[in-house]
């Protein structure tokens, strides 16, 4: 059984429908991606999947069961959850204040300092600069923190939007590697990325959207093999 299932889902927001019919079904423990051009529907998908954005149809199955109309608080407390697209951080908080906030409901928050340390293991250099704003970091400093403070709830399925923008290629590195340790420790992860390589390079398996709708899904080695997503996507005649 799936551990999250996408069916038919439809969403408008700012008064223009942006998904229009998004399929995509993922395993416990896979590394997944949503792959698609910008302004295909990624963000939006993930962000109708956390709750965000309500259904105009379709539905979203969690573990079994349709949370399609459930809050984004109901959806975080069932093991979901995101690591947004810029970030978002409280800037003029401490790294320590931030990550804390991800902690805020009731069971991650009896596991609050077992989670930091799971948090400062994975990414040293924040133990180191708990104190400081998290403003005063760097790009790629940033983005740790927005992926210890989504792990600070003790999720079962990380959605990842774009995680490596404004990242050096060092960085990079280092965050993948986090991002590996994580899916070992057997937690799902949904991977948005606009470099199609890279994500390829991650994940095991792919739904593929355009204009809002599934176009194809399958396995990394049956994307790459297949020559119309080369065409398109990974700059192959």
């Given at each position: 059984?799936?551990?999250?299932?996408?069916?038919?889902?439809?969403?408008?927001?700012?008064?223009?429908?942006?998904?229009?019919?998004?399929?995509?079904?993922?395993?416990?423990?896979?590394?997944?991606?949503?792959?698609?051009?910008?302004?295909?529907?990624?963000?939006?998908?993930?962000?109708?999947?956390?709750g965000?954005?309500?259904?105009?149809?379709?539905?979203?199955?969690?573990?079994?069961?349709?949370?399609?109309?459930?809050?984004?608080?109901?959806?975080?407390?069932?093991?979901?959850?995101?690591?947004?697209?810029?970030?978002?951080?409280?800037?003029?908080?401490?790294?320590?204040?931030n990550?804390?906030?991800?902690?805020?409901?009731?069971?991650?928050?009896?596991?609050?300092?077992?989670?930091?340390?799971?948090?400062?293991?994975?990414?040293?250099?924040?133990?180191?600069?708990?104190?400081q704003?998290?403003?005063?970091?760097?790009?790629?400093?940033?983005?740790?923190?927005?992926?210890?403070?989504?792990?600070?709830?003790?999720?079962?399925?990380?959605?990842?939007?774009?995680?490596?923008?404004?990242?050096?290629?060092?960085?990079?590195?280092?965050?993948?590697?986090?991002?590996?340790?994580?899916?070992?420790?057997?937690?799902?992860?949904?991977?948005?990325?606009?470099?199609?390589?890279?994500?390829?390079?991650?994940?095991?398996?792919?739904?593929?959207?355009?204009?809002?709708?599934?176009?194809?899904?399958?396995?990394?080695?049956?994307?790459?093999?297949?020559?119309?997503?080369?065409?398109?996507?990974?700059?192959?005649?």
């Amino acid at each position: 059984m799936s551990l999250l299932a996408v069916e038919h889902l439809a969403v408008a927001h700012g008064g223009v429908q942006a998904l229009w019919d998004v399929n995509l079904s993922i395993a416990a423990g896979e590394r997944a991606g949503l792959l698609g051009a910008n302004g295909a529907g990624k963000s939006t998908t993930l962000g109708a999947i956390v709750g965000a954005y309500p259904a105009m149809a379709g539905r979203v199955v969690f573990d079994g069961e349709d949370i399609t109309g459930a809050p984004v608080a109901a959806r975080l407390a069932r093991g979901i959850g995101l690591v947004p697209e810029g970030r978002r951080l409280f800037t003029g908080m401490s790294v320590r204040e931030n990550l804390e906030m991800g902690a805020y409901l009731p069971g991650p928050r009896r596991a609050l300092a077992a989670s930091l340390a799971h948090v400062f293991a994975l990414f040293p250099i924040l133990k180191e600069k708990a104190g400081q704003p998290a403003g005063s970091l760097s790009g790629g400093q940033q983005q740790m923190v927005a992926i210890g403070r989504a792990l600070m709830g003790k999720p079962r399925l990380l959605l990842l939007d774009e995680p490596f923008i404004g990242v050096a290629p060092l960085v990079v590195a280092e965050v993948t590697r986090a991002l590996a340790a994580i899916a070992s420790e057997g937690v799902t992860i949904l991977l948005v990325e606009q470099n199609i390589h890279r994500s390829l390079e991650f994940i095991d398996r792919a739904s593929v959207i355009e204009n809002g709708r599934t176009v194809l899904a399958g396995s990394r080695d049956e994307l790459a093999g297949d020559s119309g997503f080369g065409a398109r996507f990974l700059g192959l005649d």
